[in-house]
């Protein structure tokens, strides 16, 4: 059996497997005591297995701009007595203290309730991977937990949740996270591994709770109504930097000597690859959005949806996806275009209905 064959089959049925562990027993898990929790604790070492599961084609493929200072971060979290597996991964630059872009694969079941918004507490924690210093070449496990003694330390290669303090009220920006909780809280581990400030960068917050959260809703429910259960890939990322009135580029605390700087990105983006299914006879397709990060109330716009081939070739060096991906149409988001709003006031008003608010 081929390794490409083996792969596919871990892919494939290992989800299904922890689903029989999680949605079936009240709609939850048990970290503790189900069966995901016996799977994720065997997997539980220092040894990232399967990161280049969360890519479709390319394992960290390099965008265009600047290769400087990037690490490799599969996300992992650092238990009490163990490190959970890799969840997701994210290519992360260590002096902007930002993230180029985070990727995973996700499968979403329309009748398995979802985990509540972890506490904002979360964010205090840090990828203990960066708090010495970092490999730029391999993929490194993130480690994500708490600094303890050495946390102004671990500021050096990433942002801290104090940088980020106080800049709500002076900027108005958020944490913006790139792989979104909403689209992660049918599993635990996934959705309390995406709150470390290696997925996040200064979003504005008018951007974010408006045209932003529509395009992760609009993602989600196109993916829980189209192809519910199976396996779809995401990716999440940021680009160049924010300008303020005077066209300065802007970094977040460049005035605040006692914090660390933080750029702001100036432009948010997501991509999303369905390969296809060939045993339901199911075409593969995708689609990618990019909207300017500025203070501005405006909603989402289907206009801004792009096929991946061109939104590869004009951000990537590397193709983003495989070719199944890239030679494909945008698929059934299309469908929605000519009644947008009819949707976003139906799925995405106050109470989403979907599997899990953001």
Aim: aromatic share 12%; charged share 20%; with cysteine.
């Amino acid at each position: 059996m081929t390794s490409s064959v083996v792969k596919f089959l871990i892919g494939s049925f290992l989800p299904l497997l922890v689903l029989l562990g999680s949605c079936f027993m009240n709609g939850k898990h048990d970290n503790e005591n189900s069966i995901f929790s016996t799977l994720r604790n065997s997997e539980g070492s220092d040894e990232v297995s399967y990161c280049d599961e969360f890519f479709f084609g390319s394992y960290f493929p390099s965008m265009k701009g600047n290769q400087s200072d990037l690490v490799k971060l599969c996300q992992t979290q650092q238990h009490t007595d163990y490190q959970g597996p890799a969840v997701y991964a994210t290519l992360f630059n260590g002096y902007e203290r930002i993230p180029v872009y985070s990727a995973t694969q996700v499968q979403l079941y329309p009748n398995c309730s979802g985990y509540s918004r972890p506490d904002e507490k979360s964010w205090s924690r840090v990828s203990l991977a960066l708090c010495d210093s970092y490999e730029s070449e391999s993929a490194t496990p993130s480690r994500i937990g708490h600094g303890g003694q050495q946390l102004e330390k671990c500021g050096k290669y990433q942002a801290l949740d104090s940088d980020y303090k106080g800049n709500k009220e002076k900027i108005d920006v958020d944490r913006g996270h790139l792989n979104p909780n909403a689209i992660n809280c049918q599993d635990q581990e996934r959705q309390m591994a995406t709150f470390t400030l290696t997925n996040a960068a200064p979003q504005f917050a008018a951007f974010n709770e408006n045209a932003w959260r529509q395009y992760e809703c609009i993602t989600e429910y196109v993916i829980l109504n189209h192809v519910p259960s199976e396996r779809v890939y995401v990716m999440t990322g940021t680009w160049g930097t924010a300008k303020d009135a005077h066209g300065k580029a802007m970094w977040m605390n460049a005035d605040s000597p006692d914090k660390n700087p933080v750029k702001i990105p100036g432009y948010y983006w997501k991509a999303v690859c369905y390969p296809g299914n060939e045993w339901e006879h199911k075409d593969a397709w995708g689609f990618a959005v990019i909207q300017e990060n500025v203070v501005s109330n405006l909603p989402s716009d289907p206009d801004k949806f792009l096929n991946l081939s061109m939104f590869s070739s004009k951000y990537f060096m590397d193709d983003m996806f495989g070719k199944s991906c890239l030679d494909a149409g945008i698929g059934p988001i299309q469908n929605y275009f000519p009644v947008w709003q009819e949707i976003l006031n139906a799925q995405c008003g106050s109470k989403p209905n979907i599997v899990c608010n953001r």
